[in-house]
């Protein structure tokens, strides 16, 4: 079951963000992420809301769609894939959420192989730690990149990236 848009709209800076349109004629490189894997690679309690926590990397991946990652500049096509206690996890703008109903590395190969088929010159990423996965994709195509691509630091703990920043976080006008 894939999920395109949720109640919430994603803001920067207190402004809503706008999702990222190719310019005519292109097609935006596709970042793939693997939630699970991702939300796993910091240990900041994710275990104990786990839906809670892909939500956050969600919403992290707003503004990672919107200003790119290292040496792929924005915007990008962002696609979160979640599975097991986060499957419920709805998109937002700018960010597709795609629930995986078994093995989220197998829905990701899946994705990946689609993608590259139907558009072989579209620049593929996805993000994982997971070795056996990097090179399934590799095989494919795709360019995998580390969780560290899209996790920021959080302002509380410099240098960390422990969580995405919240609401609270950000300075009030």
Same mark, same amino acid.
């Given at each position: 079951?894939?999920?395109?848009?949720?109640?919430?709209?994603?803001?920067?800076?207190?402004?809503?963000?706008?999702?990222?349109?190719?310019?005519?004629?292109?097609?935006? *490189?596709?970042?793939?992420?693997?939630?699970?894997?991702?939300?796993?690679?910091?240990?900041?309690?994710?275990?104990?809301?786990?839906?809670?926590?892909?939500?956050?990397?969600?919403?992290?991946?707003?503004?990672?769609?919107?200003?790119? @990652? !290292?040496? &792929?500049?924005?915007?990008?096509? @962002?696609?979160?894939?979640? /599975?097991?206690?986060?499957?419920?996890?709805?998109?937002?703008?700018?960010?597709?959420?795609?629930?995986? !109903?078994?093995?989220?590395?197998?829905?990701?190969?899946?994705? &990946?192989?689609? /993608?590259?088929?139907?558009?072989?010159?579209?620049?593929?990423? &996805?993000?994982?730690?997971?070795?056996?996965?990097?090179?399934?994709?590799?095989?494919?195509?795709?360019?995998?990149?580390? *969780?560290?691509? @899209?996790?920021?630091?959080?302002?509380?703990?410099?240098?960390? %990236?422990?969580?995405? !920043?919240?609401? %609270?976080?950000? !300075?009030?006008?």
């Amino acid at each position: 079951m894939e999920q395109q848009h949720s109640q919430q709209s994603p803001e920067r800076h207190g402004r809503p963000v706008a999702p990222p349109e190719a310019p005519p004629g292109a097609s935006l *490189p596709l970042l793939v992420v693997d939630g699970a894997n991702v939300v796993g690679s910091v240990p900041d309690g994710w275990w104990r809301d786990r839906p809670g926590a892909a939500e956050r990397l969600r919403d992290a991946l707003v503004e990672t769609a919107a200003d790119g @990652v !290292p040496g &792929v500049p924005g915007p990008l096509a @962002v696609v979160l894939v979640v /599975e097991g206690a986060a499957r419920d996890v709805a998109g937002v703008p700018g960010v597709r959420v795609v629930s995986a !109903p078994g093995s989220g590395d197998d829905r990701i190969v899946e994705l &990946v192989a689609a /993608e590259a088929a139907s558009a072989p010159d579209r620049r593929l990423l &996805v993000v994982t730690a997971d070795r056996e996965l990097r090179g399934r994709v590799a095989a494919l195509g795709a360019e995998p990149l580390g *969780p560290r691509t @899209v996790r920021r630091p959080s302002p509380d703990r410099p240098g960390r %990236t422990d969580r995405p !920043p919240r609401p %609270t976080d950000l !300075p009030s006008d």
